[in-house]
């Protein structure tokens, strides 16, 4: 019997285009609905209609098991449904009809939330994954535009149930309606099926897009720190690597408001695994005014004072957020915070963060939804922060 193996789950929005994929249990062709979305004072799903006027429907003939069709000529910062299907000789599927939201324009608020860890803490989880499934529910609840995961969201990336049972079938009712964008972590290991299950422009382990006023990069660590060197830089991080230059290149080639930069190994936090080598990218961040950094790896939550040139700087700093989220290692903290650190906590967490045009504001918040920490950047019409 022909079946959904991993609900449809939503990758790379742009302004007129959503890519929605899927995977079934046997190799079947792929069809996409979108329906209009109508507004009234109460009903169906958030107050709008039961969807049934279809907008445009893409169809590919073509037999696979993991099945990926982008629509385009939506209109930006719109609410649509869509219904995913399949079949073959022997049967047909179909999932939905499930929302989406189109990328925002620029100028107008959106929020994002970030998490990790699903799958890199699983060994030290005794709750079966609930943890896992509470932080996707709070994710929910706040009903963000679209989602990071700053890698390990698997225990082991080539075992191929890992991906369903840390990840997939946990967050199952947040990605079929929240786009996701994720860097690759040491858990991963590399594997081609996180290469065969995202979206992401090539070569998927470093990308970056925009989203309203906001630019994010996402790169590889696991590439500028190599598994035979860890936690040493296998010497990647200079001109002539093609990440370094494709950094360098994206850095200045955007003029959004905002920079955002996420990779797994962090190069600052109070506890274990810290990853000191990577301050190596630190200046060039610095050159050319990102704001904020998130990483992972070191299962706690950190959040660093405004740094630059290796010192504090109030002014000028780069903030650095480690939301090792999906589990909490408080063992993993060291005794007393280092001169970077302005606030740190090892509980499961997820961390949201709301971006308008002139400020960015970030909250964190554990597996009950309690906020536990709070940080606003506020920039004027000529660039200059204030950290409040």
Known sequence: MLSIVKEPYLQWPTLHSMTIMWETSEPSDSRVEILAAERIHSGYQGNYKKPEQLLCEVYSEDYCTIHQLTVTGLEPGTIYFYKVGSKHGQGEIESGPHPMKTAVRK??????????????????DSSNGQINRRIFKQMQAFRPDLALFVGDLVNDGTNYDDWDTYFF???????????FYSCLGNHERNA??????????????YYSFDYGDAHFICLDSTDFIKPEHYPRSSGGMMPGNEQYDFLI?????????????????????????QVED??????LLEQYGVDLVFNSHTIVYERSHPIRDGVVDMDNGIVYIVAGGAGAMPEWLLPRREWHTSQSLAVPHFVQVVVTSTSLEVRAIDDEGRLFDMMRIKKDFYGKRTFL
């Open 107 to 124: 100028g107008e608020p959106f929020s994002f939330a970030v998490t990790s860890e699903t799958g890199g803490y699983s060994g030290f």
């Open 192 to 205: 081609s099926l996180y290469y065969d299950l995202f979206a992401y422009a090539p070569p998927k382990n």
């Open 249 to 273: 290149r994206d850095l200045q080639s955007s003029f959004a408001k905002w920079k955002i930069v996420f990779f797994h190994y962090p190069p600052y936090v109070s506890g274990g695994y």
């Open 169 to 179: 079938s946990p967050g199952k009712h947040l990605l079929t309606n929240t786009p």
């Open 278 to 283: 990577l301050r190596q990218l630190c200046p």
